[in-house]
């Protein structure tokens, strides 16, 4: 049984305390002697990431582990590797070895939940930094996804060929349907997110406000449609992609379903300097990555600095924390982590109280 004092950190509340744990967690107890200077977290689910630390989920399962044990040590207990628009069978070979690392745990390293299937299924007309292989999102292909077994979230754009079915497919699945990379209206938006619904299904949103139509008084776009449904939706917040305030806007509007994604590339954790997305030459400068025509092009975000910059922008740390914890775990219905409560996955983050990542647990196990 392990034991750890701190402020531990409630959806609802900030409370000195002390938690005890093997694998689960066994005890919550009030403290007021609880060492003042450290919080004691969930462990944050991040449900889309590229890579990091030079490596990316396309490259293969050695790849995998890389970039799985870089945001471990970031506080990342659960881990969503994602693929890139890509050639169908590099797609599919990607898939198949995020399989094969589900089947064999990393070594102190965080829980790999599934994949999510970040492209192919994308608008050519709204790829951001994805490459210009889209495609539909035929019944064979939708077919070949679901065979690999992994999938827990597939972005697509509901404008494409064949999209009606596949979202329905996918939905019945139990896959949970992000809407993105997009040139939907409101319209087509509300009406994607009620053929997910009545299919059974959870809608989401791929990064929102990125890589779709903004809000305009007269055409309402297909942020506006998420917001105000009953969909979830993922957030880079690195002040790069979301301005502070779009992101206040976004967070008191649906604070229950907004989650913080990194989309982190293979420069994640590596000095600035020129990169590579999908085979695309990028440049990192100050935190930002961009292709050489200036988009942006994914991230090299942790999900610890998301936090700092949610604290930063205003939010009390309790409502930052459920948006990198318990939101993401309710989305990918993960009953069994996102939260400090007896009974639950002991994955935990300690940090100080600049909010620096101190101790990572998965499971009851540190990481290194």
């Not at 034991?3 to 002390?18: E, N, T």
């Not at 689960?24 to 200077?37: F, G, M, N, R």
Request: aromatic content about 4%; glycine content about 8%; proline content about 8%.
């Amino acid at each position: 049984m392990t034991d750890l004092s701190g402020h531990l950190v409630l959806p609802d509340r900030v409370m000195p305390g002390r938690i005890t744990f093997t694998d689960q967690i066994h005890t919550l107890t009030p403290d007021s002697t609880a060492i003042p200077d450290r919080y004691i977290l969930p462990g944050f689910i991040d449900c889309h990431v590229h890579g990091g630390n030079g490596a990316d989920t396309m490259d293969g399962v050695q790849a995998i582990h890389t970039l799985a044990l870089f945001h471990a040590r970031h506080g990342t207990t659960t881990i969503l590797p994602t693929t890139i628009t890509s050639p169908w069978p590099d797609v599919m070979n990607a898939l198949s070895a995020i399989s094969e690392v589900i089947q064999t745990p990393i070594p102190q390293g965080p829980a790999v939940h599934g994949a999510h299937l970040e492209g192919p299924f994308v608008s050519p007309h709204k790829l951001g930094a994805q490459p210009p292989y889209a495609i539909a999102p035929t019944p064979e292909r939708v077919a070949e996804v679901l065979a690999a077994g992994c999938v827990r979230v597939v972005t697509l754009a509901p404008e494409l060929p064949h999209a009606h079915d596949a979202m329905q497919r996918f939905a019945q699945a139990g896959v949970r349907v992000s809407l993105g990379h997009t040139q939907a209206g409101y319209e087509q938006t509300e009406q994607a997110i009620c053929q997910i619904c009545n299919a059974g299904g959870t809608p989401g949103a791929t990064h929102l406000f990125n890589a779709m139509a903004g809000i305009e008084s007269r055409k309402p776009g297909p942020a506006t449609a998420l917001m105000c449904s009953d969909a979830y939706a993922e957030l880079i917040f690195d002040t790069h992609h979301v301005h502070p305030a779009t992101f206040r806007l976004a967070q008191r509007v649906m604070p229950e379903r907004l989650l913080f994604v990194t989309d982190a590339m293979r420069a994640a954790g590596l000095p600035d300097g020129p990169s590579q997305l999908g085979g695309q030459n990028v440049i990192v400068e100050h935190g930002a990555v961009r292709l050489p025509g200036g988009t942006l092009a994914g991230s090299v975000l942790t999900l610890d600095a998301a936090l700092r910059n949610a604290v930063q922008a205003g939010l009390p740390l309790h409502q930052a924390v459920v948006l990198l914890t318990r939101n993401p775990a309710q989305y990918l219905n993960l009953h069994d982590r996102g939260s400090l409560h007896t009974g639950k996955r002991a994955d935990l983050v300690v940090m100080d109280r600049a909010l620096n990542v101190l101790e990572v647990w998965v499971a009851g196990q540190r990481v290194a």
